[in-house]
Structures are given as C-alpha cells and as structure tokens.
C-alpha cells in the first residue's frame, strides 16, 4: 500500500507481525464488528508499546488493519498528546505545567529537569535516555507538581530532590550511574 505524504512523498504501510496482528485482533473483538474502528486507539498504542512512536508508516498499517482512510488515523495520532510522533527517549518524562501544577513548582519542575538533563523542553538527550516534555492536566492535582513517566507511572509531590532520585535511579538501572 503507498499513499502520498504531503511532507515526505510516497510512504509505504509497515509490515504487521503476526503477535501485532494478534494484539490488535484482540481489541478489535471487543466492539461489535461494524465497529472495528473504535480500536484505533489500543491498536496506535501497541504500535507505540512495540515501536516506542507513531510513524507515518505505522498510521497506514493500522488504517489498513482497521479499514479506515489514513487520515483518519492521523487525525487520531495528532489530536492526543499521548502518542509520539517522532523518536522518544527511553525514558519520556511528562511534567505537567496546568495551573494546579504551576501554582505547586510544575513549571520549576520542568526547568529543573530541563537543567539537569542538559535538554530544552521537547527534547531528548545525547545518550537517548530521556526526553523531556510538557503535557496537561494528569488528573492528580492534589499532588502536584506531578509527572508521568513512559506514560505509565505518576509522579507525585516532585521537588527537586524527588526529581534528582527518579533521574538517578533511571540511570542506575541502564548502568549510568
């Protein structure tokens, strides 16, 4: 399948191994069968669980799986913040700088981190350990400022110590410390 990319030219669907295709067979049984669509999501999500980011590629790959046109896909891909669209770190560190956050040191946090790393805010570091990035409201206000990491483990409460830790300790476990 190649389709036209208005940024890059021609872009062929990736090929979806056989444990992907069983992952998304899995989600896709979970709606009536009219409904295959409504997977688009968990499928975006293994995509990225595998591949660690939504490439173009991987869009056509779940537009075809699913039976959707390509945009649609995108649009999904480009309207959550929860989907990379490019290359991550292995360790994506999402602050949240919502107000709640702001008012408890979110925004301290990030720079903070963003000093630490040696990274501007959206980018990753030499090594490929880390990127840094901003998200909005994570939903745990009372326990602000916090983060998400690999967006699966909330952070709470995250004063620079607590950063400085999660940092290290990240580190120590890829044998950098």
């Known amino acids: 399948m190649s389709h036209t990319s208005p940024t890059t030219g021609p872009v062929q669907a990736m090929v979806l191994s ?3 295709r069983a992952r998304f067979a899995r989600e896709v049984a979970k ?8 997977a688009v ?3 975006l999500s293994i995509v990225q669980q595998e591949q660690g980011w939504v490439s173009r ?5 779940v537009a075809g799986y699913l039976g959707l046109a390509p945009m649609a896909v995108h649009e999904v891909t480009t309207f959550y913040n929860m989907y990379n669209q490019q290359p991550v770190g292995k360790y994506k560190l999402n602050v949240c700088t919502n107000l709640p956050c702001q008012l408890r040191g979110g925004n301290e946090a990030l720079a903070h981190l963003a000093q630490r790393l040696g990274v501007a805010m959206g980018g990753t570091t030499a090594d490929g350990l ?7 409201c994570l939903g745990a206000c009372a326990d602000a400022p916090v983060m998400l990491v690999n967006d699966r483990n909330m952070c709470s409460f995250m004063s620079h110590d607590k ?3 999660l ?4 580190k120590a476990a890829e044998g950098q410390a």
């Open 167 to 170: 940092v290290d300790g990240l």
């Open 41 to 43: 999501m968990a499928c």
């Open 18 to 20: 056989d444990a992907t």
């Open 57 to 61: 590629e991987a869009e056509l790959a």
């Open 130 to 136: 880390f990127t840094l990035q901003q998200c909005e």
């Open 31 to 38: 709606y009536p069968a009219e409904q295959a669509q409504s």
């Open 163 to 165: 950063l400085d830790q």
